[in-house]
């Protein structure tokens, strides 16, 4: 495939590029081979060794060569494999958010289901605008874990069949998405609130993209008894469990008695059995003075005491979705599939109960 790559399109590592496609092509190596050293290559094409040395760092960008150390450059990949025997890039940011690292955990399982290889690129990484154009030139497909900038957007719109973007909404930019039925999943879990009488609900939220696009779902969805005073913000975006129980034991508790809210939702399981450990051992007890529950379906939901009610984004299926997604439009690329959702699921657990006739009313903490 010829992408359009204005910062390398005249390089002179494309000749040694060129040279390599062209003996593959022509069936001189074979995957598992040995490929001809740098220095040999250079002399052959009267070019200097770093060029050659540029040439063959595109093609292990894209998986078709592998370089091991003390040995050489070896066939990896053949030009013609179709789609579901090539390896699939996993793009991440750094840092990784602790919603990313619930995927991290799923990623190898459902590999292992779909028999595909697979490997991680850090988006980033001084390198990636390389690796995202030899991903592309090499029809290797990606599955983006983090948000995609801008500028690598007029790239991805040169062949949107190879990519899929995760939990965001990039379909509206032709770049294919998964994303999860968050509105649905959002309600479900405020609506399990209400029924049980809650309706002075506090959140506990990290003031980053990944959970500040849910915010307004959240507040739309907990109505008119939604106050600004319950909307709590770690001062750390990476907010776990030791920081959420610090926060639970001074920020949230005070808060819980000067506004008397009745459930707290946090976004994150981490940040909840902070908040459960920490609002204990203030003596506010779990749920019958405060219900809490969160947004994933972690061991640390379902081990806590009590355990937590969250609704399950189904991180799963989230991925079952992207490379049933990638298949389909790999094969199908003048007619791609731009987005696939995902239905949560509730999960009720003791974490939440009905609320207490006396919850909801401000405390006088000044006798406490």
Known sequence: MEIIDPENSKAKYRIVYDEVIRCLKNGTYKVGDRLPSERMLATRLNVNIATVRRGYRELTLAGIVEKKVGSGAYLKQALDANAEEKPITFVLDYPVWLTIDRFLKQIPLVMQEFERSYRYALVSDPGFYDQLISNIRHEMPMVFLCSISPKYIPVLQQAPHLAICMSAYMEKSGIPSVRGEDNQGIKMLVDHLHALGHRRIALLANDHDTERVQIEAW?????????????????????????????????????????????????????????????????????????????????????????LTVYDPDIRGHLHQALELLNYNMAHPEKIELLRLVQPELIVRSSTARVKAEVGKKIDITSK
């Open 219 to 307: 507040k739309k969805a907990i109505g008119a008894d939604y106050c600004r005073e319950l909307f709590i913000v770690p001062k750390n975006p990476l907010c776990g469990l030791e920081e959420s129980m610090d926060i639970a034991r001074q920020t949230i508790a005070d808060r819980w008695r000067r506004s008397g809210f009745s459930a707290l939702i946090c976004l994150n399981n981490e940040q909840a059995v902070g908040a459960v450990a920490g609002l204990s051992e203030a003596g506010i007890n779990i749920p019958h003075d405060v219900a809490v529950s969160s947004v994933g379906n972690s061991r640390f939901s379902r081990n806590t005491v009590p355990p």
